[in-house]
């Protein structure tokens, strides 16, 4: 699914109404109507009777407002609208939409009358739910009163609240805006998603965010939406491996991981857990040969290989043979969580990786002895699936993580390479892939941020590498997916207890809702 920036939202609109191919009336009426259609879906009782409090400013998100109001007036619910303009000041598509209601006799009141301030604040201590139609995107300078009293009121009244677009106060971009945001549980983004909405703090302030489809013209959506992507339920459930119902076990891949050391011995367990999970009809976990023991007792249900080690308890030069046995078995590798940084570990893992023509996802130690040298590791005979936080891909790049972070998206794209999917781990989760395009994974929690949390994920692709060799980027897509969904779940019963080894536990919850057999939604 495209993502895109505000300016480029505005964009789309505007070549679409200029354009003649859908009237701005038109749109509006899709977007309130699709807004009223979430409403409904999420609400857990009929909506005859419930209260719910539209706020609407004087642009086109207010008209949007007035469209909902009018669609849940006649579906029976008790609807009070206010309204931010002072002197009815309406956008002219707006003021058609209003025009439309007034016949419905709708209650309706200024914000700015006497006493406006105090009813709105009854009407929020009494409502069921709270439409914020205030300001959609592009907001650039801090929201003042009167704006700024109502999205006080509405962050401070402890009513459910669904924004119309973006929150108000937010501008929908990777800048968030200037000043204070309502805070939704709950967005209805009207037609593409916006960045602002998955990257904090603006991700705070959306909630659970729903694409309302109001059919841009796809010729107006290829010419500007860009090479931003979202990685959501529906574009990761398009991504499942097909399995053979009849295949046995060596038909639904085969996977050697390589992790670990005497400092780091949890480390293959976590990767392990995440392969486990992963759908793989094999695993395979390699270890110094004194791991042996944690990882048979861990998981009986996985191969346990001794590699040999050096008195620190790494990787010693003399495991490459036993390495390259191993990797002639299997359909996909995946090398580094926790193997440390000795010498002679990373000359190995440099000599082998050189070498090995079999996809593999490298993470953390195994990312290491290419510090510096990304061309040589994009240079590797094999598909590679990299999985560095900031700090490692920097070293990567030989730049700073502070110059990285001021323009991640150049610096992403700069890193493209052939047979190389980059992904990049934080919050949220950005994938770099060899086709051109950016994606932005949706989901995940704050709760995430544990050591060792990559290292499931690692596991969790390579199980997933090694039932598609062949697309590493849609690998690293649903993984990447399925890896913040458990999070997600796992936080709502753990939060801040949360640990790494509980998102392995999660992934069978993730699974479920990537098939839609437990969709876990806002309601109100």
């Given amino acids: 699914m495209r993502l895109v920036s505000s300016a480029q939202m505005r964009r789309i609109d505007r070549l679409t109404i200029e354009g003649g191919l859908v009237p701005g009336p038109e749109l509006m009426e899709r977007a309130g109507r699709g807004v009223f259609g979430v409403i409904r879906r999420r609400s857990r009782l009929p909506l005859a009777g419930r209260r719910v409090l539209v706020v609407c400013g004087k642009g086109n998100n207010g008209g949007d407002g007035f469209v909902i109001a009018r669609h849940l007036i006649q579906a029976g619910a008790q609807v009070t609208i206010t309204v931010l303009a002072a002197d009815l000041d309406l956008a002219a598509d707006a003021k058609g939409a209003l025009h439309q209601l007034i016949p419905l006799h709708p209650t309706l009141r200024k914000f700015s009358d006497p006493g406006g301030p105090a009813a709105f604040a009854s009407e929020l201590a009494v409502c069921d739910l709270v439409v914020d139609a205030l300001f959609g995107t592009g ?3 801090p929201l003042r009163e009167p704006a700024l009293g109502a999205v006080r009121a509405i962050n401070s009244c402890g009513r459910p609240v669904l924004a119309v677009d973006v929150p108000s106060g937010l501008s929908g971009d990777l800048d968030p805006g200037p000043g204070e945001t309502v805070r939704a549980q709950l967005t209805a983004t009207i037609g593409l998603p916006k960045l602002g909405l998955y990257y904090y703090p603006g991700r705070a302030a959306a909630g659970e965010v729903e694409v309302v489809d109001i059919g841009f013209p796809e010729s107006v959506l290829a010419a500007e939406s860009g090479r931003r992507r979202l ?21 639904r ?13 949890g480390a293959p367990l976590l990767v392990a857990g995440g392969a486990l999970r992963g759908g793989v009809g094999m695993v395979t976990v390699a270890v110094p040969a004194s791991l042996v023991p944690l990882v048979q007792v861990k998981w009986p249900s996985a191969i346990a290989i001794a590699l040999a080690e050096d008195g620190d308890g790494r990787l010693a030069a003399s495991a490459l043979p036993v390495l390259r046995e191993a990797a002639s078995r299997v359909q996909a590798v995946a090398i580094g969580p926790g193997l440390d940084r000795g010498e002679e570990t990373q000359r190995l893992l440099r000599e082998w990786l050189g070498e090995l023509a079999l996809p593999a996802v ?25 999985t560095p936080h900031s700090g490692e891909l920097a070293a990567l790049l030989g730049t700073s993580a502070a110059a990285l972070d001021a323009d991640r998206e150049a610096q992403l794209i700069a ?11 934080g919050a949220p989760s950005e994938i770099s892939g060899p086709d051109g395009r950016l994606y932005t994974v949706a989901g995940g929690d704050p ?3 544990r050591g060792g949390t990559g ?10 590498l090694a039932q598609m060799p062949e697309r590493p980027l849609d690998a690293a897509r649903l993984g990447a997916w399925l890896h913040a969904e458990a999070g997600r779940l796992a936080a709502q019963r753990l939060g ?24 876990d939604l806002w309601q109100w």
């Avoid at 290292?455 to 997933?464: E, I, N, S």
């Avoid at 207890?497 to 437990?518: I, Y």
């Fill in 362 to 386: 490298l993470d953390a130690d195994g990312l290491m002895p290419f510090a510096g040298d990304y061309a040589a590791l994009a240079a590797q005979p094999g598909p590679r699936l990299l």
């Fill in 253 to 265: 891949g085969a996977l050697l991981i390589v992790a670990g050391s005497r400092r780091y011995g």
């Fill in 496 to 519: 801040r207890a949360l640990c790494a080894g509980d998102l392995s536990d999660w992934l069978p919850e993730a699974w479920r809702e990537l098939r839609g057999e437990a969709r």
């Fill in 415 to 425: 890193a493209q390479r052939p047979g190389v999917v980059l992904l990049h781990k």
């Fill in 231 to 251: 990685v959501d339920r529906a574009v990761a459930a398009r991504l499942v491996p097909a399995q053979d119902p009849a295949g046995h076990k060596y038909r």
């Fill in 139 to 141: 907001v650039q300078t």
């Fill in 447 to 449: 709760a995430m941020a």
């Fill in 455 to 464: 290292d499931v994920l690692t596991g969790l692709l390579g199980a997933l």
